[in-house]
Nanobody, 119 residues
Framework: QVQLVESGGGLVQPGGSLRLSCAAS????????MTWYRQPPGKERELVAA????????TYADSVKGRFTISRDNAKNTVYLQMNSLKPEDTAVYYC????????????WGQGTQVTVSS
């Protein structure tokens, strides 16, 4: 069964850190571009960070540059999002997605994990 399962969310004070994990099962994420998205309360889903199949050049939303780091461990079939210097505006449900572009595009999504930044 194909699954992406996020974990590591929770409640954290402003200025704190969290590390989100996204574990894949039923497929190898080595062949997939991995992306973290988030959806703040009452807002649209937005891209947070993306990493290509072999690592290397990453992409970040301007709002998280310098604070968040995306990484992948293909051997563990897992992608991470290290979030530092968290702000209340980072509060959202965070989702990971896997995309493989080929003859047909394949997309997988996780169920999301809640991150709340509040004092």
């Amino acid at each position: 069964q194909v699954q992406l399962v996020e974990s590591g969310g929770g409640l954290v004070q402003p200025g704190g850190s969290l590390r989100l994990s996204c574990a894949a099962s039923g497929f190898s994420l080595s062949f997939y571009v991995m992306t973290w998205y988030r959806q703040p309360p009452g807002k649209e889903r937005e891209l947070v960070a993306a990493i290509p199949t072999a690592g290397g050049s990453t992409t970040y939303a301007d709002s998280v540059k310098g604070r968040f780091t995306i990484s992948r461990d293909n051997a563990k079939n897992t992608v991470y999002l290290q979030m530092n210097s968290l702000k209340p505006e980072d509060t959202a449900v965070y989702y990971c997605s896997a995309r493989r572009v080929g003859v047909r595009t394949i997309d997988y999504w996780g169920q999301g994990t809640q991150v709340t930044v509040s004092s």
